[in-house]
């Protein structure tokens, strides 16, 4: 109890410098926010694809090509293997289709002919094969009831019909979206900042080697001191992100009400976790106090740069982009990203993002590791 | 008496330095111990690896009968240590500072008030209590240092050169407090190397040079190392050198020497030798302003054990 409180103490004599952080970064990000412009995020949203269709009929063929292009944009390249490897790597298609021959024939007799695909697995692609699956299980349930080839075609754009009405009516604005993903983005410089910031201080006033000196000799536990101090630290963290939560709420209300605002809140939430590892690191390695400022902005000012909290992830070359993988700043700013986008919220959408907290949760576990360490190392003194 | 600490054989090396080189030593319930050195003498080191701060590389350590390694919190409570380095944090008052420090050991709140009352009255710092450590001046520092390693009313006390560097008015407080803390019978291991502060405090010494050691006992028994009995000193402006060499020539005179202006004699034993010199000056005429006569110092004994003196 005794650590819990001199935490405070020691926090509230460095109260002023860690009000103006805080202010001076939440200001900064609301500020930037709104001046971010509403950009096409709706063409952005439409995949690119590309249909190779080997079978000449109409049909139920024309009618599966007819809804996924309505869906989607449809690239002109020429039909030939390597041009279409070509704009896979190139991105500029995300996803591509290859209809079978015969394949009109082949599903009315009721055979389930494989549909060839090609994949960049991004958001788009998922998109893309989302329609597709979706297409193909409506089609397969009509098709055992229903054996006119027109009728069916029928039932089934009813149906699916209405499936985009219910995508339209609970797609959020777009322009919301983006400030919020914005927000958020921006704050993985403001926690990581402020967290260096304050963990450190206080760390380095507690691992300062006289005062380490008289807390190993005392007969506090010197692995419970320790489990105190990491837990004040968390505390500390959750104030803040609660912060940025609730400001959030007041900004972006509409969304963070909805389940994008949960999710923004569970992927922000696990970057604070992370973000508090990585501080009680560098704060259990700092020795000097005068280093601290410099820390934090070669690590916050630096991640936050490379991966994109202040530009857009796709304004940035791929050569940053390739460095900044191996930053969990990264995976948290891409998720946002993809909340930005995301028209559907359902678990096959969710798949990535859920991978990439996974990757930022395997980050802090990695960070408490080494941490925990170090601090094994510093109970002796030389 | 039983033994509150036993350290044998202790050894250790830094990369090239042997900085203890193969201690063995007792302390005794209640008493006060002096290690008593020059600087680099090793006396930090060995301190630090009792504590079980710094790794050794050879020997065994018994404290309270047990040996001590990093996790004995149950010989910890009763063991407090002044470090030589103020250690306090900076952003803490006086007061939370003992109160922080204290409550490593003490967790019941009420009973830590009061031990943490018990600590400032004892080194005086009672009009200081919302002050922060900057504000401090360093004699006051140092009696700040002292109450964050004495507030939990250890059994064993090690202060190591607690004096260092402060004005006398907190030298003697203390000393004081050291000497309430003996009286409380606490045992206390005490180094400097102010041989006057052991000469006062000490019931034994151990004299240390470069991390060995090369005298053990009282004081008394560590003067009479001294070889020397008595120092005569006279300061005399001017001193004829035949009146030297006929000094010199004394029965009981060990040694002569005259510089400046103070002529130094040394007696290896004899009872009457101030009255001595002084019937002489008379009889040759000699004009002096000051005389005195000394017992040897610590000091005597290590320039005779080292030949070097003690403080440089
Ligand atoms: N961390 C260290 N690394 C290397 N040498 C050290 C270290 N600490 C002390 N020493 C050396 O060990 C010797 C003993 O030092 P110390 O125990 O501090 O002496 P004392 O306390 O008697 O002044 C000195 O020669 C000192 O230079
Ligand atoms: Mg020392």
Redesign the pocket.
């Known amino acids: 109890m005794i650590v819990f409180k001199t935490f405070l103490k020691v926090l509230r004599k460095n109260l002023p410098i860690v009000i103006l952080y805080t202010t001076i970064l939440l200001v900064f990000g609301i500020s930037n926010m709104s001046t971010s412009e509403n950009n096409m995020n709706f063409v952005a949203s439409k995949p690119n694809i590309y249909i190779v269709n080997n079978d000449k009929s109409d049909g139920i063929t024309k009618n599966l090509i007819d809804y996924i292009s309505n869906n989607t944009n449809v690239i002109n390249i020429e039909n030939n293997e390597e041009k279409i490897n070509d704009a896979l790597f190139y991105r500029d298609v995300n996803y591509v289709i290859y209809i079978p021959k015969n394949y009109n024939n082949d599903f009315m007799a009721g055979k389930n002919p494989e549909i060839k695909i090609k994949s960049l697995n991004d958001y788009g692609a998922n998109l893309t094969e989302m329609l597709l699956e979706r297409y193909i299980q409506v089609a397969g349930i009509y098709r055992k009831s229903i054996i006119d080839e027109n009728e069916l075609i029928l039932k089934i754009n009813d149906t699916l019909k209405n499936d985009v009405k219910v995508n339209i009516t609970s797609k959020l604005d777009t322009n919301s979206l983006d400030k919020a993903s914005y927000y958020y983005s921006f704050a993985s410089y403001s926690i990581l900042a402020c967290l260096i910031l304050v963990i450190c201080l206080i760390l380095s006033s507690f691992n300062e080697e006289k005062i380490r000196k008289r807390t190993i000799i005392s007969s506090t536990n010197y692995k419970k001191h320790n489990r105190i101090l990491l837990l004040a630290n968390f505390c500390y963290a959750f104030i803040l992100w609660s912060l940025y939560v609730i400001v959030s709420f007041i900004l972006v209300g509409k969304i963070m009400f909805s389940s994008y605002g949960l999710l923004y809140m569970l992927n922000s939430f696990i970057f604070t976790i992370c973000a508090t590892t990585i501080a009680l690191l560098v704060g259990s390695l700092i020795t000097n106090k005068g280093a601290i400022n410099g820390i934090v902005n070669v690590i916050a000012l630096g991640s936050s740069f490379l991966c994109g909290a202040f530009v857009p992830m796709e304004l940035l070359p791929d050569s940053i982009l390739k460095i900044a993988h191996i930053l969990p700043t990264y995976y948290f700013i891409k998720t946002n990203e993809i909340l930005k986008t995301l028209e559907i919220v359902e678990f096959n959408s969710l798949k990535p993002i859920f991978l990439n907290m996974l990757i930022i949760i395997c980050f802090s576990i990695i960070f408490i590791i080494l941490s925990n360490i170090v601090s094994k190392k510093k109970r002796k003194?030389? | 008496m039983s033994n509150i600490i036993e350290v044998k054989n202790l050894v250790?090396q830094?990369?090239?330095?042997t900085?203890?080189d193969n201690l063995t030593f007792d302390v005794k319930k209640g008493e006060v111990l002096g290690?008593l050195?020059?600087?680099?003498?090793?006396?930090?080191?060995?301190?630090?690896c009792i504590l079980s701060l710094l790794n050794f590389n050879e020997g065994s350590i018994k404290i309270f009968g047990k040996e001590m390694n990093h996790d004995s919190y149950d010989l910890k409570k009763d063991i407090g240590v002044v470090f030589?380095e103020v250690s306090v944090f900076d952003e803490l008052t006086v007061y939370d500072n003992i109160d922080y420090f204290c409550g490593l050991y003490i967790s019941d709140k009420n009973q830590r008030k009061k031990y943490v009352e018990d600590a400032i009255s004892l080194v005086g710092l009672n009009d200081f209590k919302k002050f922060y450590p900057k504000k401090l001046s360093g004699g006051l520092l140092r009696r700040l240092n002292i109450a964050c390693g004495i507030a939990h009313k250890p059994k064993l006390i090690f202060l190591?050169?607690p004096t260092v560097a402060v004005d006398p008015q907190s030298r003697n407080n203390i000393l004081d407090g050291i000497k309430h803390l003996r009286d409380n019978g606490a045992t206390i291991v005490y180094?400097t190397?102010y041989m006057e502060e052991v000469e006062l405090l000490c019931d034994r010494i151990i004299i240390?040079d470069?991390?060995k050691i090369l005298a053990t006992g009282t004081t008394d028994k560590l003067k009479s190392l001294a070889n020397i009995e008595e120092k005569i000193t006279i300061e005399i402006n001017e001193l004829d050198i035949n009146y030297l060499e006929k000094i010199k020539e004394f029965k009981n005179v060990d040694d002569a020497a005259y510089n400046g202006n103070s002529l130094v004699i040394t007696y290896k034993k004899g009872k009457n030798n101030l009255l001595e010199i002084m019937e002489y000056m008379k009889k040759e005429n000699i004009k002096y302003s000051k005389i005195f006569s000394e017992r040897p110092t610590l000091n005597d004994v290590f320039l005779e054990l080292t030949g070097k003196e003690l403080r440089d």
Request: proline share 3%; net charge positive; charged share 25%.
């Open positions: 003194i030389a | 250790k830094y990369k090239e330095i900085a203890v290690l050195g020059p600087n680099g003498s090793g006396k930090t080191t060995a301190i630090n030589q190591d050169e180094t190397h240390l470069k991390g």
